[in-house]
């Protein structure tokens, strides 16, 4: 019984049907996730953004305050976050 089993689950229609089903559900869960795979990226852009924009005023100011220096840390903490789940 189990080699006829075995015969019907090899076919190749069936590893055919197999593949295709498991394609599916692959761009399936690729879909779900694209929204929030955006808003990462754009939420990451908009870190990247703030990131210059501090560096610039650094740049042009003589003496800046400390709390930029505080505000870049958090943004690139961020920025890293962002990066490690956008690379999963």
């Known amino acids: ?7 019907g689950l090899f076919k190749p229609k069936v590893i ?3 593949r295709e089903e498991v394609v599916r559900l692959i761009k399936e869960k690729k879909a779900d996730f694209l929204p929030a795979m955006k808003k990462l990226e754009i939420e990451l852009q908009s870190v ?3 990131i210059q924009k501090l560096v610039n005023f650094i740049i042009e100011a003589e003496s800046p ?9 958090n943004l ?7 990066n490690l789940i956008l690379s999963q």
């Open 1 to 7: 019984m189990i080699n006829s089993m075995k015969d």
């Open 16 to 18: 055919q049907t197999f």
């Open 48 to 50: 990247n953004k703030s």
């Open 65 to 73: 305050p400390a709390s930029i220096s505080v505000e870049i840390k």
């Open 76 to 82: 690139s903490v961020g920025k890293r976050n962002l």
